[in-house]
DNA sequence: CCAATAATAGCACGACCGTTCGGTTTTTTG
DNA sequence: CAAAAAACCGAACGGTCGTGCTATTATTGG
């Protein structure tokens, strides 16, 4: 890894981290330069215009994601438990165990669903990949007898995507204490209508 | 209503359209005065700092949220009927029929969430009274035999408000044609589990 | 209708924004 | 080790930001 690489490696991180606590759009180069112990100019010559650094600085929280919250996850038995450990992970992430901010992809969803561009182009892409990695997880569920054979993996993803969110906005908004254990029990509720019950699981 | 009440109204109404869109912070002064055709510094007079006029921003719109969402709901009948009302409302205010950039308070919610001051509390305590009227429903559900004895009414409003910002992801940023089948399902899913069986409904 | 008051405009300010450019340092390469 | 290339800095640019002033216009109450 050259030299270039690697500060642009360093910009990226700070910059994912700022990003998640004050918004893609906010997070100017000048904040960035003074963080990385750069200057502004030297630092932009990485990235030929902002939208550009937006664009990269979700490319690389998508990778951090996929790195810290699926990537473990997918160590875990096929189906349910696999889907269990997405899930916390995924708290663990909103948490701010990785980025201060929290979960950069919930919050720039928002952000830049009305401004077209290259970085909305970005975001959306990232999103319909995370769904369908949780639509084929449920699918893989299916297939291992976890959910019953009948289930709609899209449905599911939507459901699960959808707690998540909700979980977000009570930990890191309201700051609710009994935000973990509400979404734990929304998810709970989620799996148990999903899963095959016992009578259909003892058909195999 | 004087004649500031009056311009006022107005560029809080302009000023909630433009923060749907590009979000409370990125709606700037100078755009806002472009947006009303008044000069910037007679704008700004009537609030005196831009945090006064995002926190004005913010309860103008749950105004609004109170009298096309919640009001008209309101005439519904009580548990069930009414709760389905709200849904309903929620996902054409969502749609953008009100405000054309959809749910402020939704996207404020990641946006301010973690920036401390007045603009922040007043989407919290805004965010909190949505989910008590939402508990409140729940709990007049329960008590016209609707919902099952022993539900959760916060629980119930944890997974409403879910299925909402899971909606709002779909529809507003990934534009996915099934947006309101998929939260259709999960809210019939989310009643039907609340809802008391029909061997239950026969103690009345 | 006139005086008191409120509403609005014009202008200027310092700060920061994204971006460009020319020069200097550092790294890489042959 | 020298030459080529990449990385980085400092200064400056036109713009826009939020926010004060002062003056002028419009509204209101007696």
Redesign the interface.
């Known amino acids: 890894m050259s030299k270039g690489e690697k500060t642009r490696d360093k910009i990226l991180q700070k910059a994912a981290g700022l990003a998640?606590?004050?918004?893609l759009?906010?997070m100017s180069i000048g904040k960035l330069a003074e963080a990385t112990g750069l200057s502004k100019s030297g630092l932009f010559a990485h990235f030929k215009s902002k939208e550009n650094l937006q664009a990269q600085v979700i490319q690389w929280v998508a990778n951090m994601f996929t790195e810290e919250v699926l990537r473990p996850a997918f160590r875990e038995q096929r189906g349910v438990p696999r889907i269990r450990a997405i899930y916390g992970n995924w708290k663990d992430w909103i948490d701010g165990e990785s980025l201060?901010?929290?979960c950069v992809m919930?919050?720039s969803?928002?952000?830049?669903?009305?401004?077209p561009g290259t970085v909305?182009d970005e975001?959306?892409n990232m999103?319909?990949t995370l769904?369908d990695v949780l639509t084929k997880s449920a699918q893989i569920a299916i297939d291992e007898g976890h959910f019953r054979s009948d289930a709609?993996p899209?449905?599911f993803s939507?459901?699960f995507?959808?707690?998540l969110?909700?979980?977000?906005?009570?930990q890191?908004?309201?700051k609710d204490p009994?935000a973990s254990k509400?979404?734990d029990?929304?998810m709970e509720?989620l799996l148990s209508?999903y899963e095959a019950t016992m009578s259909k699981n003892t058909e195999n």
Do not use: K, W
Request: aromatic residues 6%.
């Open positions: 998640s606590i004050c918004g759009e906010d201060p901010g929290g919930i919050a969803s928002t952000e830049f669903d009305d401004r909305r975001i959306v999103m319909n769904l709609d899209r449905q939507f459901e995507e959808s707690i969110h909700g979980y977000h906005l009570l890191r908004l309201l009994d509400r979404s029990l929304a509720r209508t």
